[in-house]
């Protein structure tokens, strides 16, 4: 990628065809900048996302459930993929359709894509003619063979710490050295390619809970240092750049750590995602370490703005309420347990509620009795336990 960008900044790029990436959000400013000075940009992408909306031609490609196409996630997993659904929007095409016309290829990407798994089928087919291999793939997502183990050993450069920058602290705000921001991908907006659909942004965060925004993660013993509460912004600064971010009070972090979630600080990619909170892309390094990969931690300084927001949460109350949420069992007791005795007596419903539970058990058991459920029309059913369940979004 570095590469890249320096042939873009000496216009020695005259087309760049962009496909699954969003590199203007995730690369930042000098990225962006050296697409100013390529001829020509064309993306795939079927969003108007900040890549797209700087690019001089956008060809919508299928959404991954409307397409055909097949990936390789580790050896000896060779995975295929066939669409469930018809493409929802007339104008969109499948970029390996279009690739294929402009090189003047016959036929269409599932043609291209067979031939592939016919030379696939010559090396793992084990006898069997080439539509049974085929259908038997459709039907698994694949083929999965065993990949022979293969030794590993690190590089003469794994032990070397990436270089974290050397932005200077605050005074007063830490006596030496520099706090160190990690970012971590968002479990549900993950780089920010979810930041657009509505229904990831109202997800709440498993651990969190919070939803709708990002926020950096403070120790509450730092916290405590700085006098921070929930919802405090903090400005922080790298020697990549700036953002505002409010802070969270967690234990689950260190003392002199920082972290932040990716995901958000759109410029474009719609309603949904435009202008929303703030990119932690921002703060990063976008060159490559001597380890040969991008560093997603750096130094920062930090400085309390003064300014505070609530935080969009359902976290509720931290305290117990005298429900016994956490129990404490100690190690002489546990000794003294019998094989399969529990420690703690649980009930999940109270007592006066038995007859209601038993009676609907019973309904639904006549329901589910009705019709050949088992037979030529198998029924599924799922319950959630809303007692144990904690919302991880799994």
């Known amino acids: 990628m570095a590469d890249l960008v320096a042939d873009m900044n000496a216009g020695r790029v005259a087309l760049l065809l962009v496909h699954g990436a969003n590199p203007v959000h995730s690369l930042g400013g000098a990225f962006a900048q050296a697409l100013g000075k390529v001829g020509y940009k064309i993306s795939f992408s079927p969003s108007l996302d900040e890549t797209a909306a700087a690019s001089d031609l956008v060809l919508p490609d299928l959404h991954p459930l409307e397409q055909w196409n097949d990936s390789r996630p580790r050896a000896g997993v060779y995975a295929l993929q066939q669409p469930v659904m018809q493409p929802v929007f007339p104008n969109t095409r499948h970029s390996g359709d279009v690739l294929l016309q402009v090189a003047g290829k016959q036929g269409t990407f599932k043609d291209h894509l067979r031939s592939r798994w016919a030379e696939l089928h010559a090396r793992v087919g084990r006898g069997q003619d080439f539509e049974t291999f085929w259908t038997d793939a459709l039907q698994h997502g694949g083929i999965y063979r065993e990949a022979p183990a293969q030794a590993v050993r690190l590089g003469p450069d794994a032990s070397r710490l990436p270089e974290l920058g050397a932005a200077a602290p605050a005074p007063g705000w830490r006596k030496s050295g520099n706090l160190v921001l990690t970012v971590f991908p968002s479990i549900g907006l993950h780089d920010g390619r979810g930041a657009n659909k509505s229904w990831l942004q109202e997800l709440p965060d498993p651990v969190s809970k919070i939803a709708w925004h990002a926020w950096v993660e403070v120790h509450p013993e730092t916290a405590a240092r700085w006098q921070l509460a929930n919802g405090d912004i903090l400005l922080l600064t790298s020697p990549h750049g700036v953002v505002r971010a409010p802070a969270w009070i967690t234990p689950g972090i260190r003392p002199d750590v920082l972290a932040i979630p990716t995901g958000q600080g759109h410029t474009a990619y719609g309603r949904y995602a435009r202008d929303r909170s703030f990119n932690a892309f921002e703060l990063l390094n976008g060159e490559p370490e001597a380890f040969g990969g991008r560093a997603f931690a750096v130094a920062v300084s930090v400085v309390k703005t003064g300014d505070h927001r609530r935080l969009a949460t359902v976290e509720g109350d931290a305290r117990e309420q005298g429900k016994g949420v956490i129990e404490v069992l100690p190690l002489a007791k546990a000794r003294e347990l019998a094989p399969g005795q529990h420690p703690f ?50």
Do not use: V
């Open 345 to 394: 007596a649980e009930r999940e419903a109270p007592a006066y509620s038995d007859k209601a539970l038993d009676e609907w058990a019973e309904a639904q058991r006549k329901k589910a009795s009705l019709g050949n459920y088992a037979g030529d029309h198998p029924r599924w059913g799922m319950a959630i336990d809303l007692a144990k369940c904690t919302g991880c979004s799994a």
